[in-house]
């Protein structure tokens, strides 16, 4: 089979949003005019990669340039892979791999070292060098069951409007994002076409999204923004379910928590997506009420190993040399020593024998700090001796866990 992949020319943007909707099973509404006003702002022509057959749009791809927090607080420019689609015609015959090489080598270009998606499905990343570096809990719990709690103590929380919620939402995530490593950057076009759009058809029967946002004196610390979904069938078992719950003070998390375990009629309590050190079994009065389901969200790549490591902080000084795999981008194998000061690590390559061995999926799943060295070591995914493990783990460990709050 023949295919070549090109530019995203304006003629075909109606064929290539087609191509997507179809690949993941839904059907485009051509006539859906928010829908490509939310493609035309956020997704940028020049970062999709279509697929061709002929004249046929086999494959899709494309990234975002997103800023992500990374351990120490810098903010790195990150291509964020999204959309990867092939028609089934046309699986397992080399269309994903070109391009994934596309991707790549477009990071190259722009000097974006590190890469990040969401994985639609886990065996697939591995290959082209992404780790597992974010976990997430999805909760459901029962209010009644769990405890509702009370008030937080100098902090309200009132509904608003959207008028409001678009004035005031966007400030509180900044302040969250900066501290949390993975989580990214929102511009107005993402809020305007991602996040506040609310279209009936993506609620799923429940309601319109509503925000509520805690105050202490007079100044906003955190927010949640929900749908309700009534139930009358036996006794009222209406269910919030949240579609984010961002604090920026401890008390405004408690407070926010507080909120929505003691909305009337509706007990039931879900949120796909809270951070993996979130404490909200230890805040309820009976933590075992609380079911959690622990999974993978973000996964990260190294594109370019050395830029990629420079910008991040580590929680260790000292040196370690490690070899690296790396068979897709293959300009990143070799030995590299890593140096730290005062947290702020230089890599560079060597020529001496490494302490450490790991392929570049592993060095992915680490950069967040999110992961051990040791239970990577165990499973077979780090060689070297205990000394260079122990400090590799001391090195890339951090404080708070990574966290990302949003599909891309």
């Known amino acids: 089979m023949s295919f070549d992949i090109r530019p995203l020319q304006a003629q075909d943007v109606l064929a290539f949003r087609a191509a997507i909707s179809a690949n993941f099973g839904y059907d485009l509404d051509p006539e859906d005019e928010a829908s490509a006003a939310h493609f035309d702002a956020v997704f940028a022509s020049d970062r999709m990669y279509p697929a061709f057959d002929g004249d046929v749009i086999v494959g899709t791809g494309g990234d975002f340039r997103l800023e992500m927090t990374v351990p120490g607080g810098n903010q790195v420019v990150t291509s964020g892979l999204t959309v990867i689609t092939v028609r089934p015609t046309h699986t397992r015959q080399g269309v994903l791999t070109a391009m994934m090489r596309q991707h790549f080598q477009q990071a190259m270009d722009r000097g974006e070292a590190l890469g990040a998606l969401w994985a639609s499905e886990v065996p697939i990343y591995g290959r082209f060098g992404y780790g597992s570096s974010v976990d997430m809990k ?50 107005a076009d993402w809020w ?40 009358w069938d036996l006794l009222s078992e ?34 796909w997506n809270t951070p993996a050190d ?15 389901k622990v999974s993978d969200g973000l996964w990260t790549r190294l594109i370019d ?73 165990r499973a077979g995914r780090i060689a070297g001796t205990q000394k260079a493990i122990d400090r590799l783990n001391e090195m890339f460990r951090g404080l708070p866990q990574p966290w990302c709050a949003e599909i891309f």
């Not at 009370?150 to 509180?172: F, I, Q």
């Not at 920026?248 to 949120?271: M, S």
């Not at 805040?283 to 009420?289: C, E, I, N």
């Open 138 to 187: 999805d909760v459901k719990l029962d209010a009644r069951q769990a405890g509702r709690g009370g008030n937080e103590d100098g902090v309200t929380v009132r509904l608003v409007d959207s008028a409001e919620a678009e004035r005031l939402l966007p400030g509180m995530f900044a302040k969250a994002q900066a501290k949390r490593p993975a989580m990214y950057t929102r511009g």
């Open 192 to 231: 305007t076409h991602r996040l506040f759009v609310d279209p009936e058809k993506h609620r799923g029967g429940a309601s319109a999204l509503r925000h509520a946002v805690a105050e202490s004196n007079g100044e906003p610390v955190g927010y949640v923004t929900y749908r309700q979904k009534a139930s």
């Open 238 to 271: 209406g269910e919030i379910r949240i579609r984010e719950l961002i604090p920026t003070t401890d008390a405004g998390y408690r407070a926010l928590w507080h909120y929505v375990l003691n909305i009337d009629l509706f007990p039931i309590v879900k949120y």
């Open 278 to 292: 979130d404490p909200l079994t230890s805040l309820v009065h009976d933590g075992r009420a609380v079911e959690t």
């Open 305 to 377: 190993v050395p830029a990629a490591l420079e910008q991040r902080k580590y929680s260790r000084d000292g040196k370690l040399t490690f070899g690296l795999s790396d068979s897709f981008c293959d300009w990143n194998e070799g030995t590299y020593r890593m140096t730290v000061s005062k947290g702020v690590g230089r890599c560079e390559r060597v020529a001496t024998e490494s302490e450490v061995a790991l392929d570049v999926s592993t060095l992915g799943a680490l950069y967040m700090g999110g992961r051990d060295a040791h239970a990577l070591a």
